[in-house]
């Protein structure tokens, strides 16, 4: 098995990534808009020693709907004690200041356990639900994101860590001079701040973004601590983390603190025959389009052959985790404990990664304190 310290997340899709799942017997469709559904799956996948769950979320149309990543997470947030909560919230329609209150509060919901996906929102489709400016090219659109993620982590340290004081006596609860403007002014937003909301367990919650891009891949390196990839084997994954550890020594950046994970789309079943059985199932009831091949690295099997690709993965350094991608999302959690994997001790996701936990940029400065 991967050592213990092999970061190995989930992404609950729905009932699953295959476009299909939702019309197997055991996909829980009928549940997918209750909180007991997403409340089952993540405790169970905690159970099952996991790191993280991502949750995408979008504000594209989908068939069947969509509930929000932010929400389905904070719905979570008491029931789980362990797992760290990263849900997707896409920038491109979206306030900062508004995403990083509810990223800061998802944060002291957990007691320190959550992250932040950064999503762009492409396409007609999305800008015309919004109606508020025209589609974007990818360059701009993570331009735009780069802005935002600058603006939310600089909000994100505008309460220095002791700003609060609770003094009875004088009856002060903030210590204005540890509250500060962060003046952000760029070509997309001009933010005074500061937040509302007190610096949570973490500073500075986890950011993730994936590398599939090259506007996206840029913007990772400068801003992520957890970079997802794709590939289509082991070699190719090999080399995609060697070229971003370089890049980001190249950015001035340590590559070892940045955690790259591998997605990995997976299905699960008793059998390695009864799992492509099963896929074969599910690509005869979607549309053929939908079900072609992925390009990414795909896994069928039992939870011992999952077991002996992690431990590949591992060893090869292809990656510093996986993150998988079920195509049936309740058939795979339900055997994920098989993997046997120790639970990971209570505590924050960035203990979990084995990353510092920030000081305030602002925390030696008097700059920008409100009056």
């Known amino acids: 098995m991967a050592h213990q310290g092999f970061f190995l997340a989930v992404e609950a899709a729905g009932t699953g990534a295959h476009p299909?799942?939702?019309?197997?017997?055991?996909?829980?469709?009928?549940?997918?808009?209750?909180?007991?559904?997403?409340?089952?799956?993540?405790?169970?996948?905690?159970?099952a020693g996991l790191d993280a769950v991502f949750l995408p979320g979008s504000f594209g149309v989908r068939p069947g709907g969509r509930l929000d990543a932010v929400a389905i997470a904070a719905r979570v947030a008491a029931a789980t004690h362990r797992i760290g909560l990263i849900?997707?919230?896409?920038?491109?329609?979206?306030?900062?200041?508004?995403?990083?209150?509810?990223?800061?509060?998802?944060?002291?919901?957990?007691?320190g356990r959550a992250g932040w996906e950064v999503t762009v929102s492409e396409g007609d489709q999305q800008a015309r639900a919004f109606g508020r400016k025209p589609a974007q090219d990818a360059a701009s659109l993570w331009h735009e994101a780069?802005?935002?993620?600058?603006?939310?982590?600089?909000?994100?340290?505008?309460?220095?860590?002791?700003?609060?004081?609770?003094?009875?006596?004088t009856g002060r609860f903030i210590d204005r001079e540890k509250l500060h403007y962060i003046d952000f002014t760029g070509d997309n937003f001009a933010v005074k701040g500061p937040s509302i909301t007190p610096r949570s367990p973490q500073g500075q919650p986890i950011v993730a973004v994936r590398a599939d891009g090259a506007a996206a891949t840029e913007i990772a390196l400068h801003r992520a601590d957890l970079i997802r990839i794709g590939a289509r084997d082991l070699d190719a994954a090999r080399a995609r983390r060697t070229e971003l550890r370089s890049a980001l020594a190249d950015v001035g950046r340590d590559p070892g603190s940045v955690h790259i994970l591998l997605d990995l789309d997976v299905h699960l079943a008793d059998s390695v025959d009864a799992a492509a059985t099963e896929l074969r199932t599910l690509d005869g009831w979607a549309d053929p389009v939908a079900a072609a091949a992925p390009a990414a690295l795909r896994h069928l099997g039992t939870t011992e052959t999952l077991r002996?690709?992690?431990?590949?993965?591992?060893s090869a350094e292809a990656a510093d985790g996986?993150?998988?991608?079920?195509?049936?999302l309740p058939a795979v959690v339900r055997l994920l404990p098989a993997l046997d994997r120790k639970p990971q001790s209570s505590g924050t996701l960035r203990d979990r990664l084995g990353l510092a936990r920030p000081a305030s940029r602002y925390a030696t400065s008097t700059e920008g304190t409100p009056s």
């Open 308 to 314: 002996e690709l992690l431990t590949a993965v591992d």
């Open 146 to 169: 780069d802005e935002a993620i600058e603006v939310v982590t600089r909000l994100w340290d505008s309460w220095e860590d002791d700003a609060e004081i609770r003094d009875a006596p």
């Open 87 to 111: 849900p997707q919230a896409p920038v491109t329609h979206t306030e900062p200041f508004h995403l990083a209150k509810a990223i800061q509060s998802l944060d002291f919901a957990t007691l």
């Open 20 to 47: 299909a799942s939702w019309r197997r017997a055991d996909s829980r469709a009928e549940d997918l808009f209750t909180g007991r559904y997403w409340v089952d799956l993540i405790v169970a996948a905690e159970q």
């Open 322 to 328: 996986v993150v998988l991608r079920p195509l049936a």
